[in-house]
């Protein structure tokens, strides 16, 4: 471990001397070959298999793919808040390294890591009405961390929670900040839970589709709200989502998930201009789109995602791809850069199809460098 | 389950003994020749005691032809949900008239309004909870049959299996199942064939997609399309997704606080919205193609501007509580063109252009 010293809060104050993350060279977030699995009474579930990645300050990443993809339990095990051992879990497993700032966090006891969550690493979840605590004021489920992590006092605290409240456009902060979640709608909610997150001025923001469930006018307030946020503070934000809309928009870059991986990941422009994997090019064509006349069929993808507890050998998307060949059923494909940063996963990728060039030989001279 | 499936005990038969088609509702007039099929006046619905009093859907009208998909948009709280139940009877109308066929169904007795509903039936948003867990799939399907005591068990059988194969489930294995142990993509298309069974000639689809995955909607979208191609029902399709609606409707309404705002034909609605509600609505909708023009507000934030100008910059108000909606037009809070007449005076609806509705005292110009 670095710097032992960086992560040692005073006791006085608790307060976090964090190393000047400001001053650190390299990606705000780096993660390498980031596995988490479950092992469940059917077998080993891989939810995250074999992840890397990573974000520069104030950049902008989305993650899309459908339910089970494993983009939420990527998202927690950057932030290393996997569940516990349930009932139907016999045990969760983590390898693979998450840095942030040149830290690994993989190896931090618990108590370290709380005081890195929150004041360096936040997250806004998914759902507002079970994240927020329904019994507790929402002024003080604000000033908690500003307390605990800041070491502020208690009126110091409420001044920088109405501040915070009025930052994310909540009107009349001074009488919200005296009501209970139940009080509030459901992009009020949400507001709440991103002036949490955001209290403590965290580095690297991981938002799990933070509009998934809000009407779309709310939507973009919400998705403008994160983006004027991370203008100001310069911060880097994971942005996890199901709709592609909302990444189209708002993230420079953008990654596929599917089975627990990354199968594609390029600017997000060039993504939805040119998908390589034909995952990501199904996905498009699968959403309907207001652009189209209306009468226009999305084009559904056949079939299901795989089972994760038992995967065939081979692409996991073989089974519903329409250009699977041999090959594809019988290797896994590594994901490989083809230039300027676009990363896929494929054998036979859709715009070199034409040259009818297999992408191994792209693959493996470029992949290994 | 309501609405899908009437409640309590089957009394006659409905039907020719040996079959399966249903006859048309109650008193004694024949679908086909007329062109309306359903008649919506003056719709009024109200919860709760007189103090919190909850306008859910105040004053809506309008008409819909056999053989069209009408697709009814809003945000949460505008009322959309309430009149698809209001329109199947699940949620009974606190004033005003729904003509079915040309028989206003708040006129039956519960006998003749049942008999009625057979023809108008549901399928709801949550797939799972919308069946009944301890049933199996083959018999939630074959349900509607049994209770109308439509022929032989073996019959009811037969004809619950070749719907489940209309739907894309295997009667044999998957038909076994219960419902938890399929997805939610095949519990929506159990859904859909529930609902199918009584051949109704209206379907209120109320959000069917939004709790699926992109690749499963499509497939659910184009299912219910195909379906209505061969069975000919008309269709009123409830989403808060606009591009979903608009991909599977012939017309569009938009709702916001109980009131209907706009009407019209899906891209004309979409192309030249007259309603300030249904451009903000429109321009508020995330595009998945980041090249397209200004109307994301994404496009609108690169220019240095918050929000997409005045129209969606006006949304970032709160929408009122239905319990007190504002006097005169109820968007006027949110408009960003809203004048002294629109506190004063509800904007009737008008038709402005063919087949275009809009109730807005100052309309936008195209």
Redesign the interface.
Known sequence: MRSRAGWTSSRTTRHLIFPPVDQALGPMLEVDGLRTSFRTPRGVVRAVDGVSLGLDRGRTLGIVGETGSGKTMLARSIMGLLPAGGRDRLGVERSGTVRFAGHDLTGLPPAQLRQVWGTQIAMVFQDPMTALNPVVRVGRQITESLRLRMGMGRSDAKETALALLSSVGIADPGRHLRSYPHELSGGMRQRVMIAIAIACGPRLLLADEPTTGLDVTIQAQILDLLADLQRERSMAMVLVTHDLGVVAGRADETAVMYAGRIVEQAATAELFAHPLMPYSQALLAAIPRLADAAGTRPKPIPGRPPDLASLAPGCRFAPRCPYARERCREADPPLVEAGSGHRFACWYPLSLEDADTPASDLGDSQGEA | MEGSQPAGTPNQPVGTPTGIRNQPAGTGTEGGNGKEILRVEHLVVEYGPRRRRVHAVSDVSFLMAEGETLGLVG??GSGKSTTGRAIAHVQPPTSGHVYFDGIDLGGLSTGRLRRARTQIQMVFQDPISSLNPRRRVRDIVAEPLAIWNTGTAAQRAQRAAAMLEAVGIDPVTVGQRRPQQL?GGQCQRVSIARALMLEPRLLVCDEPVSAL???????I??LL?DLKEQHGFTMLFIA?????V?????RVAVMYLGKLCELA???TL?DAPLHPYTA???S?????????GP?????G?TAGM??TGPV?AA??N??PSPLHPPSGCRFRTRCAYAATLCAREEPPMRQLAPDHFVACHFPLAH
């Open positions: 945000e949460s997805s995955d992109v690749s499963v909607q499509a497939q979208l184009n399309a808060h997704d606009l591009a979903v608009k991909s599977i409707s012939d034909p899906a891209d979409y903000a609505l429109i508020s909708v995330p595009s998945p193609d980041p090249e397209r109307r994301t507000p994404l496009a934030r918050a929000g969606a949304l970032a709160e929408v």
